[in-house]
């Protein structure tokens, strides 16, 4: 892991980020560079670099990324309309910070996958 790790010195405090939720396992924050008027990003509390490393132990935290998302969706008032749900992995994906994230984005009509 590259040290010290952006997404771990912002769960911990360290560094400003707009945290609008965190429990024991999640936290979430506003994206720095939005791609759309809702773009949240839902990290594990512990670093695990993508989802390329993810283990059996890890379920419980994967399920309650999703979770999380689908709440502040409601909460974002896009649930409604509907949002994406995104996590890059490895560089053909783009991944450009090596701590594992779900993007939650929503708020406008997305282009469709591949179109
Ligand atoms: P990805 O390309 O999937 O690795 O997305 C990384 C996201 O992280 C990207 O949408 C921009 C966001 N980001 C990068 N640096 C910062 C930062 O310092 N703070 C916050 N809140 N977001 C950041």
């Known amino acids: 892991m590259p040290s010290p790790c952006l997404f771990c010195e912002i769960i911990a405090g ?6 609008v939720y965190q429990d024991d396992l999640v936290t979430a924050f506003c994206d720095r560079f939005p791609r759309a008027p809702v773009h949240i990003l839902i990290v594990p509390n512990r670093h695990i670099d ?3 490393m993810l283990c059996a132990e890890d379920e419980m935290v994967i399920g309650r990324l999703i979770l999380t998302a689908r709440q502040l969706a409601v909460k974002t008032k896009i649930d409604q309309t509907g949002y ?16 594992l994230h779900l993007h939650l984005l929503g708020g406008k009509s997305m282009p ?3 179109g």
């Open 112 to 114: 469709l996958m591949g």
């Open 84 to 99: 994406r749900l995104v996590i890059n992995t490895g560089p053909d994906a783009g991944q450009s910070v090596h701590h």
């Open 50 to 52: 993508s989802v390329s």
């Open 14 to 19: 360290r560094l400003p980020g707009q945290i």
